[in-house]
């Protein structure tokens, strides 16, 4: 299966902080004391930009972990199995998987990871956001979120604000 042309990559969605925990707690908790080595993204080469709907990849060497956000609340973690050393082949758009193409994750590759949190969206009534999870990684003196951006994939680098529900994997 692809997504995106991306070869291997067969997203799992989940919607809620528990079942995340559930399928994928024990393995990001054990991404503590790892050393970041890139953070992945796939760059639209018409446009020249961070193609967002498609995964973000943090590779720790042994263990890359693939982030994938849509809709309002569906988040996809999987372990493994995509290779940015492969090409994309996606027939709408012309992809290509870039490191650290972004100023903010520029300074994250060589930090350690000092724990991993869940992060709960706890926005205004009626905020269509509500619930949506993001994943916080404590690269001490660095900080990456990376969240639902309403149907694609968004980062953050400062510690998450009193809206976010944090719960420390």
């Not at 299966?1 to 528990?18: L, N, V």
């Not at 693939?66 to 027939?91: E, G, M, N, Y």
């Not at 009534?125 to 951006?149: E, I, K, M, Q």
Request: glycine share 8%; with cysteine.
């Amino acid at each position: 299966m692809t997504r995106f042309g991306i070869q291997d990559y067969d997203p799992r969605w989940a919607t809620c902080r528990r079942a995340l925990t559930a399928l994928h707690g024990a393995r990001l908790s054990a991404l503590a004391g790892l050393v970041l080595r890139h953070v992945w993204v796939v760059w639209d080469l018409d446009d020249d930009t961070w193609f967002t709907d498609a995964p973000v990849v943090l590779d720790f060497g042994a263990t890359r972990l693939a982030i994938d956000h849509q809709k309002f609340a569906d988040v996809a973690l999987t372990w493994d199995s995509v290779d940015p050393a492969r090409p994309i082949a996606d027939d709408a758009f012309q992809l290509r998987w870039r490191p650290e193409a972004l100023p903010g994750l520029a300074g994250l590759p060589g930090r350690t990871l000092h724990h991993v949190e869940l992060l709960e969206w706890t926005g205004a009534r009626g905020d269509a956001a509500t619930g949506s999870v993001a994943l916080g990684f404590d690269l001490t003196p660095a900080w990456l979120t990376v969240y639902n951006a309403m149907d694609e994939n968004g980062f953050e680098h400062t510690p998450p604000d009193a809206r976010y529900r944090r719960h420390r994997l």
